[in-house]
């Protein structure tokens, strides 16, 4: 099972067939080149999900933020910290 992740597209190679992604911040920062073409061409700010040096789909923000919990939820019970209360929100609604 591979995991996409949000990237985002922050420069594109010759017709856009490859872009330069990145996300994160200091030690978390990560940049890669993927290849867009299931995607085609996408405007430098687009948020992609991508996996393996492919971009798989557009995301939307509201989309963005409910899968960065989720990444983060991830990482908190890998490192035994894990608390239900502080990540997904929008399934505790009632």
Known sequence: MCLSIPMQIVELEGEGDFAW??????????????NMML????PVG?????????????VEEDERRLIEDALAALAESLDGDYDPARHFADLNRH
């Open 21 to 34: 992604v990145e996300r994160g911040e200091g030690e978390h920062f990560r940049r890669e080149r993927v």
């Open 39 to 42: 995607l085609g061409p996408q």
């Open 46 to 58: 687009t948020w992609i999900l991508a996996s393996l040096g492919l971009a798989k789909e557009v």
